[in-house]
C-alpha cells in the first residue's frame, strides 16, 4: 500500500515535534501537532489544557462498568469518560483532515493507529535520558529541578493514551515503519532522513 501520510510518535524531550515540521517543511505538507486537542477543546468547549490532563485518567474496565450499570438509559458515547471522548473526537477530526488532505505528518494522537487502515509511513522518535533532560531545560525553558519529573510524567501520559486506546505499546518499534535516535542524529538529519524513506517506499509503488 501507498503511503502518503506521516504519523510520529515520540519520547518527550527527542524533538519529535521540531523533527515533523522539518520534514513537512520539507514535503511542502502540512504538520499537525497539538492543532488537533485545540480543534477538539473548540468542539467540545473545554480548554485545551483540561482535555490534555484528561489523558491521564485513563478509567480500568471495573471503573468503565460500574459507570454503564449506573446510567442504562444514556448511549454508549454519553457514558464514555472524557480520556475516551477525547480520543473519539480526535479521531474524527483526523480522519476529515485525511480526507480533505492526500499528505500531510501528524505528531501524535495515536495517528499510526487512527490512520493505518488509510496507509501511513509511522516513525517513532525517541532519544537517551540527558538528551532529552538537555532539550527540555534549554529548549523549552523547563526548570532544571522540575525537568525530569515533567518528562516521566508527559512519557506516561502518551503511553497510557497510546496503549489504553489502540491496544498496542507505544514504545514497541516493531510496530514503526522507521525508528530515529535524534540524539545520535540530530534534528535535521532525522527529518531528511524520513523525507528520504518516505519518498523511497513509495516509489515502489507508483513504477
Known sequence: MKKTIIT???QYGSGGSIIGQ?????LGINCYNRQILEMTAERCGIAPNY???AEENVPTSFLYSLLLSANPARTMEENLPLSDKVFLMESRIINEIADKEKSFVLVGRCGSYIL???GCFSVFIYADRESRLKRAIEQYNTEEK???SIMKKADKRRETFYNVNTGR???DKDQYSLCLNSAELGDEL???IIVKAYTEYNKRFSE
Open 116 to 118: 493505518e487502515d488509510r
Open 146 to 148: 522540575k525537568a525530569e
Open 22 to 26: 522539518l520534514a513537512a517543511d520539507k
Open 190 to 192: 532525522c527529518a531528511e
Open 51 to 53: 482535555l490534555e490532563s
Open 8 to 10: 510520529i510518535e515520540r
Open 169 to 171: 505499546v507505544w514504545q
